[in-house]
Protein backbone atom coordinates (compact mmCIF):
# COMPACT_ATOMS: atom_id res chain seq x y z
CA UNK A 1 0.00 0.00 0.00
CA UNK A 2 1.37 3.34 -1.40
CA UNK A 3 0.13 6.65 -0.14
CA UNK A 4 0.48 10.42 -1.78
CA UNK A 5 0.35 11.92 1.12
CA UNK A 6 -2.62 14.58 2.68
CA UNK A 7 -4.38 15.93 5.95
CA UNK A 8 -3.82 13.71 9.51
CA UNK A 9 -4.68 10.53 9.04
CA UNK A 10 -7.96 9.71 10.42
CA UNK A 11 -7.09 6.49 12.29
CA UNK A 12 -6.41 7.38 16.09
CA UNK A 13 -3.77 5.74 17.26
CA UNK A 14 -3.65 4.03 20.85
CA UNK A 15 -0.73 4.72 22.96
CA UNK A 16 0.18 5.48 26.76
CA UNK A 17 0.77 8.97 28.14
CA UNK A 18 1.70 10.88 31.05
CA UNK A 19 -0.37 13.15 31.74
CA UNK A 20 1.63 15.41 34.27
CA UNK A 21 5.09 14.85 36.36
CA UNK A 22 3.85 12.14 38.58
CA UNK A 23 4.51 10.25 34.77
CA UNK A 24 1.60 7.54 35.79
CA UNK A 25 0.90 6.10 32.32
CA UNK A 26 -2.38 5.32 31.22
CA UNK A 27 -3.99 5.05 27.84
CA UNK A 28 -4.58 7.80 25.68
CA UNK A 29 -5.96 7.90 21.80
CA UNK A 30 -4.29 10.63 19.59
CA UNK A 31 -3.68 10.64 15.79
CA UNK A 32 -0.95 10.49 13.87
CA UNK A 33 -0.10 11.97 10.32
CA UNK A 34 -0.81 11.16 7.41
CA UNK A 35 1.52 9.24 5.44
CA UNK A 36 3.95 12.15 3.20
CA UNK A 37 6.09 11.23 0.66
CA UNK A 38 9.13 9.96 2.28
CA UNK A 39 7.52 8.36 4.96
CA UNK A 40 6.73 4.88 6.14
CA UNK A 41 4.04 4.10 8.90
CA UNK A 42 4.96 1.13 11.46
CA UNK A 43 2.52 -1.00 13.03
CA UNK A 44 4.56 -1.17 16.44
CA UNK A 45 5.16 -4.80 17.36
CA UNK A 46 8.07 -3.80 20.06
CA UNK A 47 9.31 -0.77 21.91
CA UNK A 48 12.61 -0.97 24.41
CA UNK A 49 12.26 0.96 28.17
CA UNK A 50 14.91 3.22 28.38
CA UNK A 51 15.72 5.62 31.55
CA UNK A 52 15.07 8.73 29.32
CA UNK A 53 11.04 7.61 29.70
CA UNK A 54 12.04 8.08 33.37
CA UNK A 55 13.72 11.44 32.66
CA UNK A 56 10.79 13.15 30.43
CA UNK A 57 7.73 11.64 32.33
CA UNK A 58 8.79 12.85 35.34
CA UNK A 59 9.52 16.24 33.90
CA UNK A 60 13.22 15.88 35.39
CA UNK A 61 14.37 18.37 32.55
CA UNK A 62 11.91 20.59 32.94
CA UNK A 63 10.94 20.91 29.82
CA UNK A 64 8.27 18.02 28.91
CA UNK A 65 5.17 18.83 27.29
CA UNK A 66 1.88 16.81 28.27
CA UNK A 67 0.29 14.70 27.39
CA UNK A 68 3.76 12.94 26.56
CA UNK A 69 4.12 9.32 24.90
CA UNK A 70 7.82 8.47 25.42
CA UNK A 71 9.53 5.38 23.84
CA UNK A 72 12.79 5.72 21.44
CA UNK A 73 13.70 1.97 21.32
CA UNK A 74 10.80 1.40 18.24
CA UNK A 75 10.50 -2.35 16.30
CA UNK A 76 7.57 -2.48 13.80
CA UNK A 77 6.43 -3.54 10.93
CA UNK A 78 5.72 -1.56 7.65
CA UNK A 79 2.34 -0.98 6.58
CA UNK A 80 1.80 1.75 4.16
CA UNK A 81 4.37 3.26 2.24
CA UNK A 82 4.83 7.40 0.48
CA UNK A 83 4.69 7.71 -2.96
CA UNK A 84 8.46 8.31 -2.77
CA UNK A 85 9.67 6.51 -0.57
CA UNK A 86 12.36 3.97 -1.67
CA UNK A 87 13.77 2.48 0.99
CA UNK A 88 11.31 -0.16 2.77
CA UNK A 89 8.37 -2.14 1.41
CA UNK A 90 5.10 -3.22 3.42
CA UNK A 91 6.04 -6.11 5.55
CA UNK A 92 9.45 -5.06 6.29
CA UNK A 93 10.88 -5.14 9.72
CA UNK A 94 11.71 -1.97 10.68
CA UNK A 95 13.26 0.13 13.76
CA UNK A 96 12.82 3.44 14.51
CA UNK A 97 15.67 5.09 16.92
CA UNK A 98 16.22 8.62 19.56
CA UNK A 99 15.01 10.73 16.53
CA UNK A 100 12.83 11.24 13.69
CA UNK A 101 14.03 14.34 11.67
CA UNK A 102 16.86 16.72 11.01
CA UNK A 103 17.68 19.27 9.08
CA UNK A 104 19.18 16.80 5.92
CA UNK A 105 21.27 19.61 4.73
CA UNK A 106 23.95 20.60 7.23
CA UNK A 107 27.68 19.37 7.46
CA UNK A 108 26.41 16.73 9.90
CA UNK A 109 23.25 15.16 8.08
CA UNK A 110 25.39 15.22 5.04
CA UNK A 111 28.15 13.01 6.55
CA UNK A 112 25.70 10.36 8.37
CA UNK A 113 25.71 12.32 11.78
CA UNK A 114 21.96 13.34 12.08
CA UNK A 115 21.82 12.91 15.75
CA UNK A 116 24.50 16.33 15.71
CA UNK A 117 21.98 17.67 13.19
CA UNK A 118 22.83 21.81 13.26
CA UNK A 119 19.76 22.83 13.65
CA UNK A 120 18.81 20.35 15.98
CA UNK A 121 17.66 16.80 15.31
CA UNK A 122 14.04 15.88 16.19
CA UNK A 123 13.19 13.67 19.30
CA UNK A 124 11.07 10.82 18.89
CA UNK A 125 8.94 12.38 21.08
CA UNK A 126 8.51 15.14 23.42
CA UNK A 127 10.25 17.35 20.21
CA UNK A 128 9.00 19.57 18.12
CA UNK A 129 8.77 18.53 14.56
CA UNK A 130 9.31 20.90 11.27
CA UNK A 131 4.99 21.17 11.04
CA UNK A 132 4.90 22.56 14.30
CA UNK A 133 3.42 18.94 16.14
CA UNK A 134 4.41 17.56 19.34
CA UNK A 135 6.05 14.05 18.67
CA UNK A 136 4.57 11.09 20.31
CA UNK A 137 6.91 7.99 20.54
CA UNK A 138 6.67 4.19 20.66
CA UNK A 139 4.38 3.17 23.45
CA UNK A 140 1.42 3.63 20.83
CA UNK A 141 0.40 1.17 18.03
CA UNK A 142 2.01 3.09 15.11
CA UNK A 143 3.90 5.51 13.69
CA UNK A 144 5.11 7.33 10.99
CA UNK A 145 8.54 8.34 10.08
CA UNK A 146 10.82 10.15 7.09
CA UNK A 147 12.25 6.78 6.06
CA UNK A 148 15.46 8.22 6.38
CA UNK A 149 15.25 7.72 10.69
CA UNK A 150 14.31 3.97 10.00
CA UNK A 151 16.60 0.69 10.22
CA UNK A 152 16.39 -2.32 8.76
CA UNK A 153 16.16 -5.28 10.79
CA UNK A 154 17.89 -7.87 9.67
CA UNK A 155 16.35 -10.77 8.70
CA UNK A 156 15.95 -13.62 11.70
CA UNK A 157 17.19 -11.14 14.53
CA UNK A 158 14.18 -11.48 16.90
CA UNK A 159 12.29 -7.92 16.78
CA UNK A 160 11.89 -7.79 20.92
CA UNK A 161 16.00 -7.97 20.90
CA UNK A 162 16.28 -5.39 18.60
CA UNK A 163 13.86 -2.85 20.18
CA UNK A 164 17.22 -2.10 22.94
CA UNK A 165 19.76 -1.44 19.96
CA UNK A 166 18.07 1.52 18.59
CA UNK A 167 19.50 3.51 22.03
CA UNK A 168 20.90 1.61 24.37
CA UNK A 169 22.99 -0.28 22.01
CA UNK A 170 23.87 2.52 19.28
CA UNK A 171 24.75 4.90 22.41
CA UNK A 172 27.59 2.62 23.63
CA UNK A 173 28.62 1.56 19.79
CA UNK A 174 28.97 4.75 18.46
CA UNK A 175 31.86 5.90 20.45
CA UNK A 176 34.07 2.23 20.82
CA UNK A 177 34.22 2.60 16.86
CA UNK A 178 34.76 6.59 17.14
CA UNK A 179 37.80 5.77 19.25
CA UNK A 180 38.80 2.37 17.33
CA UNK A 181 38.43 0.29 20.29
CA UNK A 182 37.12 -2.62 17.79
CA UNK A 183 40.40 -4.43 17.50
CA UNK A 184 41.54 -7.96 19.08
CA UNK A 185 43.57 -7.51 22.17
CA UNK A 186 42.62 -3.76 23.06
CA UNK A 187 41.78 -3.47 26.72
CA UNK A 188 38.01 -2.32 27.72
CA UNK A 189 36.96 -1.12 31.40
CA UNK A 190 33.02 -0.81 31.48
CA UNK A 191 31.79 0.61 34.42
CA UNK A 192 28.34 0.47 35.21
CA UNK A 193 26.10 -2.97 34.41
CA UNK A 194 23.06 -2.10 33.49
CA UNK A 195 21.23 -1.60 29.98
CA UNK A 196 23.56 -0.19 28.21
CA UNK A 197 26.76 -1.08 30.21
CA UNK A 198 25.98 -5.17 29.33
CA UNK A 199 25.75 -4.50 26.18
CA UNK A 200 29.21 -2.59 25.97
CA UNK A 201 30.88 -5.73 27.05
CA UNK A 202 28.78 -7.73 24.98
CA UNK A 203 29.92 -5.79 21.86
CA UNK A 204 33.97 -5.32 23.70
CA UNK A 205 33.96 -9.65 23.49
CA UNK A 206 32.71 -9.11 20.32
CA UNK A 207 35.71 -7.41 19.00
CA UNK A 208 38.58 -9.25 20.80
CA UNK A 209 39.00 -7.36 23.57
CA UNK A 210 39.97 -7.74 27.00
CA UNK A 211 36.63 -6.46 29.43
CA UNK A 212 37.07 -5.39 32.86
CA UNK A 213 33.70 -4.71 34.09
CA UNK A 214 33.65 -1.92 37.30
CA UNK A 215 31.01 -2.01 39.69
CA UNK A 216 29.55 -0.97 43.26
CA UNK A 217 27.99 -4.19 43.90
CA UNK A 218 29.64 -7.20 44.63
CA UNK A 219 26.60 -9.09 43.60
CA UNK A 220 27.18 -7.97 39.84
CA UNK A 221 30.21 -10.13 39.64
CA UNK A 222 28.59 -13.52 38.45
CA UNK A 223 26.71 -11.95 36.18
CA UNK A 224 29.28 -10.19 34.97
CA UNK A 225 31.97 -12.94 34.21
CA UNK A 226 29.71 -16.00 34.05
CA UNK A 227 27.16 -14.59 32.13
CA UNK A 228 28.18 -12.18 30.15
CA UNK A 229 31.31 -13.03 29.49
CA UNK A 230 33.50 -10.07 30.66
CA UNK A 231 37.22 -11.28 31.80
CA UNK A 232 37.49 -8.99 35.05
CA UNK A 233 35.45 -8.01 37.62
CA UNK A 234 37.03 -5.28 39.99
CA UNK A 235 34.94 -3.76 42.86
CA UNK A 236 35.20 0.01 42.39
CA UNK A 237 35.23 0.49 46.23
CA UNK A 238 38.09 -2.04 46.75
CA UNK A 239 41.50 0.06 46.70
CA UNK A 240 43.72 -2.68 46.25
CA UNK A 241 42.01 -4.29 43.15
CA UNK A 242 41.74 -0.49 41.66
CA UNK A 243 45.57 -0.14 41.81
CA UNK A 244 46.70 -3.51 40.54
CA UNK A 245 45.06 -1.55 37.09
CA UNK A 246 47.33 1.54 36.80
CA UNK A 247 48.23 2.33 33.35
CA UNK A 248 46.62 -1.10 32.14
CA UNK A 249 43.34 -0.16 30.11
CA UNK A 250 43.06 1.27 26.41
CA UNK A 251 39.44 2.54 26.82
CA UNK A 252 36.98 3.12 29.91
CA UNK A 253 33.31 3.26 28.74
CA UNK A 254 31.31 4.81 31.84
CA UNK A 255 27.48 3.61 31.24
CA UNK A 256 26.64 5.13 35.10
CA UNK A 257 23.73 7.46 35.27
CA UNK A 258 25.63 8.83 38.98
CA UNK A 259 28.70 10.70 39.81
CA UNK A 260 31.87 8.51 39.48
CA UNK A 261 35.67 9.51 41.08
CA UNK A 262 37.09 10.32 38.20
CA UNK A 263 40.47 10.53 39.71
CA UNK A 264 40.16 6.68 40.62
CA UNK A 265 39.35 5.94 36.98
CA UNK A 266 41.39 7.96 34.93
CA UNK A 267 45.13 6.95 36.30
CA UNK A 268 44.11 3.15 35.22
CA UNK A 269 43.97 4.37 31.36
CA UNK A 270 47.46 3.83 29.22
CA UNK A 271 49.06 6.77 27.90
CA UNK A 272 46.91 8.62 25.13
CA UNK A 273 43.88 6.21 26.52
CA UNK A 274 40.55 7.59 26.34
CA UNK A 275 37.49 7.75 28.97
CA UNK A 276 33.90 7.56 27.13
CA UNK A 277 30.94 9.11 28.92
CA UNK A 278 28.05 8.28 27.90
CA UNK A 279 26.21 9.14 30.72
CA UNK A 280 24.69 12.24 32.34
CA UNK A 281 26.13 12.78 35.49
CA UNK A 282 25.68 15.50 37.77
CA UNK A 283 28.65 16.43 37.12
CA UNK A 284 32.74 16.04 35.86
CA UNK A 285 35.13 16.29 38.25
CA UNK A 286 38.94 15.74 38.04
CA UNK A 287 42.11 16.77 38.93
CA UNK A 288 44.08 18.32 35.69
CA UNK A 289 46.70 16.29 36.76
CA UNK A 290 44.78 12.96 36.38
CA UNK A 291 44.26 13.76 32.28
CA UNK A 292 47.47 15.74 31.84
CA UNK A 293 49.77 12.96 33.00
CA UNK A 294 49.74 10.38 30.61
CA UNK A 295 47.94 12.18 27.25
CA UNK A 296 44.75 11.25 28.89
CA UNK A 297 41.28 12.15 27.25
CA UNK A 298 37.71 12.27 28.42
CA UNK A 299 35.54 12.52 25.33
CA UNK A 300 31.11 12.64 25.35
CA UNK A 301 28.56 10.94 23.27
CA UNK A 302 25.34 10.32 22.72
CA UNK A 303 23.21 7.71 20.32
CA UNK A 304 24.72 7.79 16.82
CA UNK A 305 24.25 8.93 12.94
CA UNK A 306 21.82 6.62 10.76
CA UNK A 307 24.43 5.35 8.75
CA UNK A 308 26.02 3.82 12.06
CA UNK A 309 22.98 2.24 13.92
CA UNK A 310 22.56 0.72 10.70
CA UNK A 311 25.77 -0.64 10.71
CA UNK A 312 25.34 -1.88 14.11
CA UNK A 313 22.18 -3.37 13.74
CA UNK A 314 23.77 -5.72 11.03
CA UNK A 315 27.06 -6.11 13.09
CA UNK A 316 24.72 -7.88 16.19
CA UNK A 317 22.92 -10.36 13.52
CA UNK A 318 26.21 -11.42 11.84
CA UNK A 319 27.82 -11.86 15.27
CA UNK A 320 24.45 -12.70 17.38
CA UNK A 321 24.37 -10.19 19.81
CA UNK A 322 21.68 -10.47 21.53
CA UNK A 323 20.51 -7.65 24.61
CA UNK A 324 19.44 -9.43 27.81
CA UNK A 325 15.92 -8.47 28.13
CA UNK A 326 12.49 -8.51 30.54
CA UNK A 327 9.56 -8.87 27.86
CA UNK A 328 6.32 -7.18 29.60
CA UNK A 329 2.71 -6.20 28.39
CA UNK A 330 2.49 -2.31 28.14
CA UNK A 331 -0.15 -2.81 31.08
CA UNK A 332 2.94 -3.32 33.19
CA UNK A 333 4.56 -0.54 32.11
CA UNK A 334 4.09 1.73 35.34
CA UNK A 335 5.89 -1.13 37.64
CA UNK A 336 8.60 -1.44 34.92
CA UNK A 337 9.56 2.41 35.45
CA UNK A 338 9.38 1.67 39.02
CA UNK A 339 11.93 -1.35 39.05
CA UNK A 340 14.03 0.86 36.17
CA UNK A 341 14.47 3.40 38.93
CA UNK A 342 15.39 0.56 41.35
CA UNK A 343 17.79 -1.16 38.97
CA UNK A 344 15.86 -4.03 39.58
CA UNK A 345 15.90 -5.12 35.86
CA UNK A 346 18.29 -7.64 33.59
CA UNK A 347 19.06 -5.42 31.78
CA UNK A 348 16.46 -3.84 29.77
CA UNK A 349 12.54 -3.93 29.48
CA UNK A 350 10.54 -4.18 26.30
CA UNK A 351 7.00 -4.42 26.18
CA UNK A 352 5.10 -5.98 23.65
CA UNK A 353 3.12 -3.55 22.05
CA UNK A 354 1.66 -5.87 19.69
CA UNK A 355 0.13 -8.52 22.22
CA UNK A 356 -0.73 -6.18 24.83
CA UNK A 357 -1.92 -2.45 23.29
CA UNK A 358 -5.46 -3.27 21.83
Not at 16 to 23: K, L
Not at 247 to 255: K, P
Request: charged share 20%; with cysteine.
Amino acid sequence: MTSTGGNVNDENCLGYAARDPSGFLSPYKFSRRAVGSSDVSLKITHCGVCYADVIWTRNVSKHSKYPLVPGHEIVGIVREVGSGAQRFKVGDCVGVGTYVNSCRDCEYCNDGLEVHCSKGSVYTFDGIDDDGTITKGGYSTHIVVHERYCYKIPENYPPASAAPLLCAGITVYTPMMRHNMNKPGKSLGVIGLGGLGHLAVKFGKAFGMIVTVFSTSLSKKEEALNLLGADNFVLSSNEQEMKGLLNSLDFIINTASGDIPFDQYLPLLKTGGVLSLVGFPSEVKFSPASLNLGMKTISGSITGGTKQTQEMLDFCAANKIYPNIETIPIQHINDALERLINRDVKYRFVIDIENSLK
